[in-house]
C-alpha cells in the first residue's frame, strides 16, 4: 500500500499567488482529513470530508482557503491569494471513518510564502 | 465536547531512562484514545490506541498506556528509551459523536539524550 501521497512535498510561492495542494488518500478510506501545523498554533484541524461530503469546515481559517473532494481518491486544499501567514505545513490524513479508527497522514506539504 | 492536555509540552530525558508522557481529556461519552509519533519532518503514525477491554494498551517501539477512566488519563510510558525516541508525541481523543474526527492534544517534544 502507497499510504497518503500528497503533492507537492514542498512548495515556495509569492505572496498574492494561488497554491493548490494535493492529496490521494489511501484506497478504501472514506474519511479525508487536512490539517496544517505551525510551530506556534500546533496542529489544526481545517476540514474533514466522509464520503466525499465536508463535515467540518470550522477549522478553515478564511474565505482565501477552499477544499474539495471531487472524488473517493482526491481531494485539493487551494489558497487564493496567499499570505506570509500561510507558511506551514499541511497534512492529509485518511481513514475508514469510524471514531475508532486510526489516521493515517501522508508525509505533508512544506509551504513557504515569501 | 471532547478535549486533550498534554501536560508536558517538552520532556528532556537521557537513553536508557523510563520516561512518562502525560495526557488528560475530557468528553461527556465513552472514548477512543490515541497516541500518535511524528518523527523529524515526517508525517504522524499510530503507535497505540484503547478502544476497549484492557487498560493497559501495548504499542510499537516498546510503548505503552493505560487508560484511567476514573482520572481520565491515557499517560505514555516507555521503561527505557533509546536515542532514536526523539519526536514529537501526540495524544488524541475521538467518540462515537464525530465520524471519526479525533482531537489532538498540542504535543510534546521527547528529546533523548545520550
Known amino acids: 500500500d502507497a499510504g497518503v501521497i500528497q503533492s507537492p512535498r514542498h512548495e515556495v510561492t509569492e505572496m498574492g499567488q494561488e497554491v493548490t495542494l494535493r492529496c490521494k488518500p489511501i484506497?478504501?478510506?472514506?474519511?479525508l482529513f487536512w490539517y496544517r501545523q505551525t510551530m506556534m498554533r500546533g496542529l489544526e484541524l481545517l476540514i474533514y470530508?466522509?464520503?466525499?461530503?465536508?463535515?467540518?469546515d470550522s477549522g478553515m481559517p478564511e474565505d482565501r482557503f477552499s477544499a474539495k473532494m471531487p472524488n473517493a481518491s482526491f481531494s485539493t486544499l487551494k489558497i487564493q491569494p496567499s499570505e506570509p501567514r500561510d507558511s506551514a505545513v499541511y497534512f492529509c490524513?485518511?481513514?475508514?471513518?469510524?471514531?475508532?479508527?486510526?489516521?493515517?497522514f501522508g508525509p505533508g506539504t512544506r509551504l513557504l510564502v515569501l | 465536547a471532547q478535549s486533550v492536555t498534554q501536560l508536558d509540552s517538552q520532556v528532556p530525558v537521557f537513553e536508557e531512562a523510563p520516561v512518562e508522557l502525560r495526557c488528560n481529556y475530557s468528553?461527556?461519552?465513552?472514548?477512543?484514545l490515541f497516541w500518535y509519533v511524528q518523527y523529524p519532518n515526517q508525517g504522524l503514525q499510530l503507535l497505540l490506541k484503547y478502544l476497549s477491554g484492557s487498560t493497559l494498551v501495548k504499542g510499537i517501539n516498546g510503548f505503552e498506556a493505560e487508560f484511567n477512566k476514573s482520572q481520565t488519563s491515557f499517560h505514555l510510558r516507555k521503561p527505557s528509551v533509546h536515542i532514536s525516541d526523539t519526536a514529537e508525541y501526540f495524544c488524541a481523543v475521538s467518540d462515537q459523536s464525530n465520524a471519526g474526527k479525533s482531537t489532538f492534544g498540542d504535543g510534546t517534544t521527547l528529546t533523548v539524550k545520550p
Open positions: 490524513a485518511s481513514s475508514f471513518g469510524l471514531p475508532q479508527e486510526t489516521q493515517y
Open positions: 484506497s478504501g478510506h472514506n474519511s
Open positions: 470530508f466522509n464520503n466525499n461530503v465536508p463535515i467540518d
Open positions: 468528553s461527556s461519552v465513552s472514548v477512543y
